[in-house]
């Protein structure tokens, strides 16, 4: 790999990103298979790849904290008057767009999703079956934790500071 690492130009260079490799990395390894650990923090990401587009597989530790991720894009507001539009309450059942991929299922131990954000735990964090570490702190619009995080039986640290939870699953408590 030599003493430099060049980034794709739809991957601007940024003070907070940081990359850590596996210690010996086959040569039929690409640089993104070989990635063990990569912190994305502060970088306005708003959305993640899709999920067939990942190539990580040894991945360890993601850091996608203080980004903008579950930002929604919503238009300005406006004033109409009432009997000219319909009344639309807010979705009660938040929907989360951010989705992790299955080749993260094994690998995967620290994932950082602080100060983003996030209306909802993305479902797809419950099937992360080697996540030690999960970190939401900061998503004021998290309410609720899947029952399903309770099936995460290696998850020992999962921070939920200045979160307004309003049901622990009983596994997790």
């Not at 406006?78 to 299922?105: G, N, Q, S, Y």
């Not at 954000?117 to 999960?134: A, F, K």
Request: glycine share 4%; hydrophobic share 35%; with cysteine.
């Amino acid at each position: 790999f030599g003493d430099s690492l060049s980034l794709s130009p739809s991957f601007p260079p940024s003070p907070f990103l940081s990359l850590s490799l596996s210690p010996s990395p086959s040569p039929a390894h690409s640089l993104h298979q070989a990635l063990v650990s990569l912190r994305l923090c502060r970088n306005q990401i708003s959305t993640l790849p899709a999920p067939n587009k990942w190539k990580c597989s040894l991945l360890r530790t993601l850091d996608l904290s203080r980004n903008q991720l579950g930002k929604t894009e919503e238009g300005p507001k406006t004033r109409k008057l009432a009997f000219l539009t319909t009344w639309h309450r807010r979705d009660p059942d938040p929907v989360c767009p951010i989705e992790f991929p299955v080749i993260l299922r094994d690998a995967l131990e620290v994932l950082s999703l602080n100060d983003n954000q996030l209306e909802v735990v993305p479902q797809s964090v419950c099937g992360l079956r080697n996540l030690m570490e999960l970190y939401l702190s900061n998503n004021p619009g998290i309410r609720e934790l899947p029952a399903e995080l309770g099936q995460l039986s290696n998850l020992w640290q999962l921070d939920i500071e200045d979160l307004n939870i309003t049901n622990v699953p009983q596994d997790i408590r």
